[in-house]
């Protein structure tokens, strides 16, 4: 049986991310901005552990680079 169970981490430059080999989830960050501002994650990880496969999986869900203010990219933008 699969474990759909998602956990949404919000994470800032800087923070650190441990994940366990049971599925336990440490995250660092002295700076907890995200109490009083719920915008104020520069990423949000979606987060969920398959405890049958042993699989860990992760997706990024909010990223902190803008992509959409340019048709195209160039090096340096």
Same mark, same amino acid.
């Given at each position: 049986?699969?474990? /759909? +169970? $998602?956990?949404? =981490?919000?994470?800032?430059? @800087?923070? *650190?991310?441990? =994940? @366990?080999? !049971?599925?336990? =989830? =440490?995250? !660092?960050?002295? *700076? &907890? $901005? &995200?109490?009083?501002?719920?915008?104020?994650?520069?990423?949000?990880?979606?987060?969920?552990? !398959?405890?049958? /496969?042993?699989?860990? +999986?992760?997706?990024?869900?909010?990223?902190?680079?803008?992509?959409?203010? &340019?048709?195209?990219?160039?090096? @340096? !933008?």
């Amino acid at each position: 049986m699969k474990n /759909t +169970v $998602e956990q949404f =981490i919000p994470m800032q430059v @800087g923070a *650190e991310l441990r =994940i @366990g080999n !049971d599925g336990s =989830i =440490i995250v !660092d960050n002295p *700076e &907890l $901005e &995200l109490a009083n501002n719920p915008h104020a994650a520069d990423a949000v990880l979606a987060y969920r552990y !398959d405890p049958n /496969t042993k699989q860990h +999986v992760l997706r990024l869900l909010d990223p902190v680079a803008d992509h959409g203010h &340019l048709k195209y990219h160039h090096p @340096g !933008d």
